[in-house]
């Protein structure tokens, strides 16, 4: 069973920045692919950005050019930097890990954290 704990929400000004932390239980190297989702009230769980193994990156066409993911082995941490912040960013953000185990893909969530950009 893998443990994620995000932190770093919190309400941001339009145009300010945050850093989500990711914290991970297991290691990173047991992972294929490490991301962060979000969900806006009233609105569908969406893919924000996604890291696989090897470094390959993808983004929602929505933060391309402003939030980056990244990933630190030393501290078993997924980050993801946000920049020019907007209101239509306000959601709950989760990290969602992909871990091989045994042969088999497990899948695993956070419980979110919360970043709100008033308009």
């Known amino acids: 069973q893998v443990q994620l704990v995000e932190s770093g929400g919190g309400l941001v000004q339009p145009g300010g920045s945050l850093r989500l932390s990711c914290e991970v239980s297991?290691?990173?190297?047991?992972?294929?692919?490490m991301g962060w989702y979000r969900q806006a009230p009233g609105k569908e769980r969406e893919l924000v950005a996604r890291?696989?193994?090897?470094?390959?990156?993808n983004y929602a066409d929505s933060v391309k050019g402003r939030f980056t993911i990244s990933v630190d082995m030393a501290k078993n941490t997924v980050l993801l930097q946000m920049s020019s912040l907007k209101s239509e960013d306000t959601a709950v953000y989760y990290c969602?890990?992909?871990?091989?185990?045994?042969?088999?893909?497990?899948?695993?969530w956070g419980k979110g954290t919360l970043v709100t950009v008033p308009s």
């Open positions: 890291i696989i193994s090897g470094g390959s990156t």
């Open positions: 969602n890990v992909d871990q091989l185990y045994g042969g088999n893909h497990m899948n695993y």
């Open positions: 297991a290691s990173m190297h047991s992972l294929n692919a």
